[in-house]
């Protein structure tokens, strides 16, 4: 179960690719581990490429997120 | 009557997870959520089970009703990548950008088709990159880490080693094998399928 946990993910949601570009900037700048993945399959959003993120940087994330950028949602995977 | 699951409150994509559940048990659901993108999810998700869905509005959730079988087939994946190919299956990255366009863009979407590519059961036999497409085996390429379980999971991959030259990359190369044009011309020419982005 604990490896489970270290290597559970999560993804941000967005309502555009400008949005999600400017998300990736905010990360990059804050040097959070990211990754840029295709929405997954399951999920929807109006744009198709999304962040995914460790679950445990969640609410780093949030943090520099928040306020800064439009967000559809966080998922967990 | 159909089976009711209350996914009120539920966190995605735990409401698609029960309506699997459910579906795989009995052939109509109707799922309660509380939120348009769970409704969203849900019902596309019924439709890719070739369900008829049914969308209920209501003060206290959304009830989303799915009947299996009532419409159509079920998605199934494209009939191409079931018949076997008369040789390899070869990608041609001849960019560092997928498509050609908008550059920005093209960035973002040649490492959401690397990602794809990860996880697809369609595997590519041999990758062959070229031009500013060797960009992307380099140590700082975002996309390393999916080059390298590709690898890991048996697909070749062929750098052109003109291109790293000429990009002065040839000792940041951290994936594949720097090839010549003698073997990409030949990989090239003896595909069973090839895909150029």
Do not use: W
């Amino acid at each position: 179960m604990q490896d489970e946990q270290i290597n559970s993910y999560g993804v941000v949601l967005f309502q555009s690719i400008s949005s999600a570009l400017r998300a990736e900037k905010l990360l990059k700048k804050q040097e959070i581990a990211y990754k840029l993945i295709p929405v997954p399959r399951h999920l929807s959003s109006d744009c198709g490429i999304c962040i995914r993120f460790h679950t445990q940087n969640e609410s780093q994330i949030r943090e520099v997120l928040t306020g800064k950028v439009e967000i559809q949602s966080f998922c967990l995977l | 009557m159909p089976k009711v699951v209350d996914c009120r409150g539920f966190a995605c994509p735990q409401p698609v997870i029960e309506t699997k559940q459910a579906l795989e048990k009995t052939g109509k659901v109707t799922i309660i959520v509380d939120n348009p993108a769970a409704r969203d999810n849900v019902a596309r998700f019924g439709k890719s089970q070739a369900g008829r869905v049914t969308i209920d509005e209501k003060k206290d959730g959304i009830y989303i009703t799915i009947e299996k079988g009532k419409q159509g087939k079920p998605r199934t994946k494209a009939p191409s990548s079931k018949i076997p190919a008369p040789g390899p299956s070869v990608v041609v990255i001849p960019s560092d950008q997928m498509g050609r366009g908008e550059e920005e863009l093209g960035h973002i979407l040649i490492r959401s088709f690397l990602h794809a590519l990860t996880e697809v059961s369609a595997r590519p036999d041999t990758m062959i990159f070229f031009n500013t497409g060797v960009k992307l085996t380099v140590k700082e390429s975002e996309v390393l880490e999916d080059l390298q379980a590709l690898e890991k999971n048996g697909v070749e991959i062929l750098i052109c080693g003109t291109c790293l030259d000429y990009f002065n990359l040839k000792e940041k190369i951290a994936v594949g094998q720097v090839s010549n044009m003698y073997t990409i011309a030949e990989t090239l020419l003896s595909a069973g399928r090839l895909v150029t982005v």
